[in-house]
């Protein structure tokens, strides 16, 4: 593993600061005549895939469950892979070099799983991945923003912050009255109609038997508007579908010529973007089970022409699980079936937006959908499918199109309306942009830069949807309706 500065992400790329703070329990005892004198190694997983040092906690002395107070602020990037170790060793030295000390586990994730769990408590590992035999860490993220308190602004730390109350005087030389401490849980309790108290202590004067306080001060909390993370942290659900395109205007599966046939290696674009895609979103899931569906191909054994078929071939159950199984079943399905078409997109559009349409009936922000549909060619129900996105554009949902093969997709940049927000026919405009399409052909055998181009917008359009319907996320207990 390497030490020294990681190399930053691109600059187009925008970054919310994450605190990580690092705890474990249980860990082994190495030492003889006393126990464990942990300390926490953080590495960060670049895309030169080397492990670079990011940080250090401090080491605390004779501790087999150590709460560390050195955190660790890392810059988080919704639509990257941003792979962690945490590795855990027991310091018997003056050296610098981690090397030489007894190592007593790690834990490797992604800054991903981490926010979406918000605290992650999960065994130590040895470096050839089995148990290390004893001791957990947990990792807790806090998202690092501004937050208006009363009519002052503090940065929102954990929000656990002295306040100082002064007579105020002309000449500069202010008296203290009082101070006290608050957290961010203690200020959400308070409400304008009855607000949180606090006891104003003068140190000076807190000595003497007759003195209760200097006063009492009197706040709560109003958040403007929750963020992204505050949605993610609090319980909400990214729902992942992908819809497949098996028109006939693929080519022959079995032809290296055909969009999908599959290399000897393994790869073709339909394959390449999913795990592109779904290698993000799929920290989002705690389910990581994902609905999978074709469109454009004759099924068996009727061969009739669907536009909306599980890739599964189970109606009941079009689940599958993890990545993994999403890659599975397209390989599995792939020969069973009869490229054919046309192109239509509405049908899939409307299933998951039926899902997003019962997700809203709910008034809370508990999930939200992104459709991934994969295309080779220009769509044929162009009509049905404006006004299927223009009804999803009020709904808990995006949506991501990207084009595989060298066709003309003129008409998927017209539904990615960045400038202009879509229109249906009959003449109902979209309440906002919830499409984003690119070309496949532009980020060859680059997936990292696909999953950021096609994913950048999604964390905007997520916290903007909740906030304009003025959602809460599901898991925060007593936060106050943004205002």
């Known amino acids: 593993m390497a030490s020294g500065g990681a190399p930053l992400p691109t600059a187009t790329q925008c970054a919310t600061k994450v605190e990580l703070s690092i705890s474990c329990e249980n860990l082994m005892d190495m030492d003889v005549f006393s126990k464990s004198d942990p300390l926490c190694a953080l590495y960060i997983n670049t895309s030169d895939s080397q492990w670079y040092e990011f940080g250090r906690t401090e080491m605390i002395l004779n501790c087999l469950n150590p709460k560390f107070a050195k955190r660790f602020v890392i810059d988080y990037y919704f639509e990257t892979v941003q792979r962690l170790k945490f590795c855990v060793y027991d310091i018997d030295n003056d050296t610098y070099d981690l090397s030489d000390d007894d190592f007593l586990g790690e834990l490797e994730c992604t800054l991903g799983q981490v926010v979406s769990n918000k605290q992650m408590t999960r065994p130590l590992l040895l470096k050839n991945r089995r148990p290390a035999g004893r001791g957990t860490i947990t990792i807790c993220a806090e998202e690092i923003t501004d937050t208006r308190v009363a009519n002052f602004e503090v940065s929102a730390r954990r929000l656990d912050k002295k306040v100082d109350c002064y007579d105020h005087h002309s000449s500069g030389s202010h008296d203290l009255i009082g101070s006290f401490k608050t957290t961010l849980a203690e200020m959400q309790t308070g409400t304008h109609i009855s607000p949180a108290e606090f006891e104003c202590i003068n140190p000076k004067k807190s000595m003497k038997k007759s003195y209760k306080n200097s006063g009492v001060c009197f706040g709560s909390l109003y958040i403007v508007e929750y963020t992204f993370l505050d949605y993610i942290m609090g319980g909400c659900q990214i729902n992942f579908t992908i819809a497949i395109d098996f028109t006939g205007s693929n080519g022959d599966p079995g032809s290296p010529q055909s969009l999908h046939y599959i290399s000897p290696e393994g790869y073709n674009e339909y394959l390449a973007a999913i795990w592109s895609v779904g290698n993000v979103i799929q920290d989002y899931d705690s389910k990581k089970m994902f609905p999978v569906f074709g469109f454009g191909a004759q ?79 220009v769509i044929t129900d162009m009509d049905h499918t404006r006004a299927a996105i223009v009804e999803a554009s009020r709904l808990p949902m995006s949506i991501i199109i990207v084009g595989v093969g060298g066709a003309d997709f003129s008409a998927m940049e017209f539904l990615d309306s960045d400038d202009k927000l879509l229109q249906a026919p009959s003449g109902v405009v979209a309440s906002r942009d919830i499409v984003q399409f690119v070309p496949f052909r532009n980020f060859q055998r680059n997936s990292v830069a696909l999953a950021q181009s096609v994913l950048a917008e999604l964390p905007d359009q997520v916290a903007s949807f909740f906030n304009a319907y003025k959602l809460k996320p599901p898991n925060l207990f007593n936060v106050p309706e943004p205002s």
């Open 299 to 377: 099924l068996p054994p009727s061969w009739q022409v669907s536009h909306e078929f599980p890739v599964n071939f189970n109606p009941a159950n079009p689940f599958c699980s993890g990545i993994e199984g999403v890659v599975d079943a397209y390989r599995h399905c792939l020969p069973q079936l009869k490229l054919w078409g046309p192109t239509n997109f509405s049908p899939i559009i409307n299933h998951v937006a039926c899902f997003a349409r019962q997700a809203l009936q709910q008034h809370v922000a508990s999930n939200y959908f992104v459709l991934l549909i994969i295309t080779d060619g």
